[in-house]
């Protein structure tokens, strides 16, 4: 029963509704599907036997899933059914569970599991998700697991905690495989040979000199194609680039790629050899960084559709407020016009599309922009060539824009005038879109200040202030 | 001098002008540092050899450069210079090079070097970087590629092509190696150690029956630490997640990261192995989507500070022109009610807020919901919780700055009439924004259209439409 469950051989798209097949061994057709382990067939056959308290089969049901599917189908549970389960599972909960859970769901679970579970569950984690499962814990709680590990899992987490967040001695593994440059193949075949066989994973064999500085790594497809005879030293790679301790997780990311790299040696203030930080920890670096440069720049800062009420409307509210703010430095502005606007209606109807394309033209240079800075694309040259190219967009577009606009209000009001003055104000604007949109996340930047977060507001209030400003100056001008 | 060129022993941060340390495996502390090769030290050499024709010296400068880093190198001199110096190479430029430059420069590159020095480099190109560089060109240049190249590189490439745009297929790189899983671990390592020592990279050994099925796999690691007379079939992992060919990249990287997976087989519609899909495929993937999404929400499809002034502006002008049509939709709505405005101009002045407020309530509702429709977080049921949330989000955020924005325009305007209509309006049109910032993504999706180019314009021409009409069609109601 459970090794067929909805192993029906074939490969529908990714959806929670349509996902396909089995996470089984002995599969009908291990060839094809078995992609996707939670299957909608095998969630219901679990939560039948759940509700039955078939603990038996619910076990079953559970065994064979990735703990990443285990995770999934824990959290789509109510809480207190998840932590009933987790109860009976007892010392059978799989460890590897809980990096995968969110942040939410996994603190309830282990406000509720207590210290002496959790921390059985991380002696059994490799020491970056024992880390990475820490940090996230209150003090207090904090406190009681490191009093109920063992020393040596308590020595490398309160280690891994010293270093601070998001660098790469929190990200860093320790769990590591170094030999010396003396050592042939064969005695290094020999010596991985005699570890235990379901250790953690490694792609890479580190080589460091008496004082434990790298001096190589191999990658094992090369250990695997050389003769048993050959040195270490012969056959490893030189052009390391080892990374310092205190390195920024974004600035790993960026190196990562960068280089296409697989694996890399991290190294103290000393120069010595004490983790490795492998491509799958970046992967989730490079997830989060994209999700807050996204979320910074339409000011979310709660970011998941998870998140309670109350945390979100404290996250949405702040940035309204600031919004609030700069819409009313634009009434303001505009309520210095009020007497032109009584006398020429016709300009409230149109103030708004100045204010409104500035807006969408700056913030389409503060994207780009942003990213770029991001993605450290600029030098100071790239920056300037930047600007240029951004300063005539700004005029080519508003030039465009500026005649468009003018020919439909005339169209529409018949006041050649006001026509003509919305025309030049919104070649203003959109230049100063293309300036601004420029100058602003540099500045920012200078400042010590995250352009993701911060551009979008300043860029908006500049062009509803100045494109208020210029239409309806400009009226009062030459209108009246 | 070339070995030594930056190498201060320090690590400074992440920056054009200050990286640190070079590329040398004799460099004088070889334990620090040499994380960047392209230090501004080398660059400057590098310019003065060049300019002073001093090929020999180019060469040896270029040569322990990363091929990132000599693609850098590339991109940033001019096109000149950039063609006269790989003229001057000739045989000798690194073909890696080409999957590292940006489109544009590859481009040209490619123009200027004609089909048969290409062909050359694409045949030293593993078979999944020859794919991509293919898939850019035009149809004659490919033809030109094509016939330039050796029949069975011409058959990777064609066929590669065959798949469609950003499939499995196209990814995937045909390069593996396969064993029976009678074969012992011994025989497997043998056979590793008959191949070349520099082919490409591998991290898993894929096992196959008989049909060419996919049956197991291996991480090196598993195959190093076990005995040489185990059979593969003995420790082989037959958890198997083959991908389909025809996948598409979005969720093989969705897949990826939620299974914590390295490498892992492509199988054709018969369930043949036909390749492997390995993790720093999948990095350039997450990256481009995520800065798809990004530039998406802002209307920018140009997408890099490299971009072309021409390329720029169409793109940023179709934007601006949508934007233009909803901005004057929301003046056709303003000029409904020109009598009201001029009677009281008060409301000419505070219209903005209104309208301000909900556009940005709305962009956030829909920043997270595209976020969520892009990591395929919804379901049914989580989408009706999350718009349940937003729903009260909205509610509850339209109460509080409907109060704030009250009173600050009855402090302004001390018109109680105009104050009470302002906090009314800004209520409907918060809850209007988070009703529809949930609907109008999730409906998008359903009709096929990508939610993340097409959202912000819907959302923020609805919360204008709205906010203008509520607020100007009471106050026509109620003050007159």
Redesign the interface.
Known sequence: MVNHAGHDGT?R?????TISSA?T?EAV????G???GLTPKVEAAFHEAFSQQEWQRVRMLLD?L?P?DKADLFE?MGMKECVALIQHLGDDLDPEILPYLNDDVREEIIDNLGPHIVAQSVTELDSDDAVTLAEDLDPDELDDLLAALPVQDREVVEQGLSYPDDSAGRMMQREMVVVPPFWTVGQT?DH??S?E?E?T???LIMVTDVNG???GEI?????????RPRRISE?ME???????VL?DQE?IA???????M?TTGV?DEE??LVGIIT??D??DV??EE??E???A????S?????TS?IE??RA??A???L??M???L??LV??MF?ET??KV??L??????V???GG??G??T????V??IAM???????AI??GI?EL??GI??GL??AV??AV?SYI?FRQLDVSLILGFAMLINLVVAGISGTLVPLILLRTGVDPAVASSVFITTIT?VIGFFVFLGLAALLLI
């Not at 960026?254 to 296409?260: C, E, I, W």
């Not at 720049?297 to 979310?300: D, H, I, P, R, S």
């Not at 409230?348 to 599309?353: D, F, G, Y």
Request: hydrophobic share 50%.
């Open positions: 490969n798209p990714v959806n929670d509704d996470q061994s057709s291990p060839n094809l078995s992609i996707y064979p990735h990443a789509r075949i991985l040979r570890f066989p250790r994973e490694f792609y500085h790298p001096v990658r094992l497809d090369r250990l695997l194609c050389s003769a056959i030189t052009d390391l680039r080892s990374i310092p390195m600035e960026l190196l990562f790629r960068r280089y296409g697989v190294i120069g010595r491509l799958d970046i992967i490079i997830d994209a999700e440069d996204l979320m720049l339409a000011g979310v709660d970011g998941s559709i998870r009420i979100t409307l949405r509210s940035w309204l407020m919004n609030l700069t819409a009313v634009a009434s505009i309520g009020e606007i009584e209606v016709a409230a109807v149109l103030m708004p599309i204010a409104s394309m969408n033209a913030t389409q503060v994207t780009v922009a990213r770029a450290r694309e600029f030098s100071p040259k790239t060539t930047f190219r005539f967009v080519l577009n465009v824009f468009i606009a439909l529409w509803d």
